[in-house]
């Protein structure tokens, strides 16, 4: 079974420093891992997505991912915060078998952004 | 306009209400999902139709019925609201099985839903 495991609920950092949101996950399978950002009362919007191509993969607004097969990690960076920035984050893993086209979403990281 | 798009926004209604939410994608794409946000912002899926016809059907009680009249639309239908169905109610869509295939999967911008 796929489980994606986002390491800290709320992160908190000053405009202009660098963002770590951390994400593990677990599957069976070569698996596709996606980040979607939240802002308050908004829906969801695709940051960026790994389907087995490059192992650093480049979203929008500045964020990356590095995709660590032996660390089953997929932690999102972004080398400068800025204040638009401050929104909720998911770590998203694809599941397999009877539930293809299921996403399985992490707990969520809360980022907030100091001026 | 929007890709995904969902009414009603917000909805407020009684307990033992019946409601229906209402979702229309413009891209095209053959597979559409519900899912839900709870309190705690726990996302998880509902259902999934891939060519108007019921993929996944998580463990969801049968108030909850998902209606496809065509691939470009796919409503919740909910019977006899409770408190516990207080949440934000996600509309979805991909080309093809979305994740499991690398494609995307976009979502509208959901629908708040209160029962009181």
């Known amino acids: 079974a796929q489980s994606v495991t986002q390491l800290d609920s709320h992160v908190s950092v000053s405009e202009g420093t660098p963002v770590l949101l951390r994400c593990n996950y677990s599957?069976?399978?070569?698996?596709?891992l996606f980040w979607y950002v939240q802002h308050p009362n908004k829906g969801l919007q695709l940051l960026l997505k790994?389907?087995?191509?490059?192992?650093l993969v480049k979203g929008i607004n500045g964020f990356e991912a590095e995709f660590k097969k032996s660390e089953t990690s997929f932690h999102l960076t972004k080398p400068s915060a800025h204040m638009s920035d401050a929104a909720e984050y998911f770590c998203?893993?694809?599941?397999?078998?009877?539930?293809?086209?299921?996403?399985?979403f992490g707990k969520g990281t809360k980022l907030s952004v100091k001026p | 306009d929007t890709a995904v798009s969902q009414t009603p926004k917000y909805l407020v209604t009684q307990m033992g209400n019946d409601k229906s939410i209402k979702c229309e994608q413009n891209?095209?794409?053959?597979?559409m999902y519900w899912y839900k946000q709870d309190s705690k912002k726990f996302l998880k899926i509902m259902f999934s139709?891939?060519?108007?016809?019921?993929?996944i059907n998580e463990t969801v009680p049968n108030r909850f019925s998902p209606k496809s009249p065509d691939k470009a639309h796919l409503n919740l239908h909910i019977n006899s609201l409770e408190l516990g169905d207080s949440a934000v109610y996600f509309c979805?869509?991909?080309?093809?099985?979305?994740?499991?295939?690398?494609?995307?999967?976009?979502f509208g911008e959901g629908s708040w839903l209160t029962v009181v």
């Open positions: 790994y389907t087995s191509a490059a192992t």
């Open positions: 979805a869509s991909s080309q093809g099985m979305g994740s499991s295939s690398g494609n995307t999967i976009y």
């Open positions: 891209l095209g794409h053959d597979t």
């Open positions: 139709y891939n060519n108007k016809e019921l993929i």
């Open positions: 998203v893993v694809s599941s397999y078998g009877g539930s293809q086209g299921n996403l399985i």
């Open positions: 599957s069976s399978y070569s698996p596709s």
